[in-house]
């Protein structure tokens, strides 16, 4: 059975910075893009960035500019780095392996915290 195991989050002060990272345990077959979601007390889970097997890549507004997404789908690896953290930002992170048949994978979350 495929699991994400996802570590780097944290309390951390507002402009400062985190490195998420989210490797799957087993196989997954053809995955073809890798991202990351946040999901903030009382709203909807919502696209932080996401990377394709070509290494495109795709920012949400609020990340463009801070945050930086890197992976690599033969090693099952997902990486989010994160600068000048505010206070906004504060959520449970997920990572996310879709494969060419649109199956998803979930990781089971991290804590990031942001104080002012």
């Known amino acids: 059975q495929v699991q994400l195991v996802e570590s780097g989050g944290g309390l951390v002060q507002a402009g400062g910075s985190l490195r998420l990272s989210c490797a799957a345990s087993?196989?997954?077959?053809?995955?073809?893009?890798l991202g990351w979601y946040r999901q903030a007390p009382g709203k909807q889970r919502e696209l932080v960035a996401t990377?394709?097997?070509?290494?495109?890549?795709n920012y949400a507004e609020s990340a463009k500019g801070r945050f930086t997404i890197s992976g690599d789908s033969a090693r099952n690896t997902v990486y989010l780095q994160m600068n000048s953290l505010k206070p906004e930002d504060t959520a449970v992170y997920y990572c996310?392996?879709?494969?060419?048949?649109?199956?998803?994978?979930w990781g089971q979350g991290l804590q990031v915290t942001v104080s002012s």
């Open positions: 996310n392996f879709r494969n060419s048949i649109g199956a998803n994978y």
């Open positions: 087993g196989s997954i077959f053809s995955i073809n893009r």
């Open positions: 990377i394709t097997s070509d290494g495109t890549t």
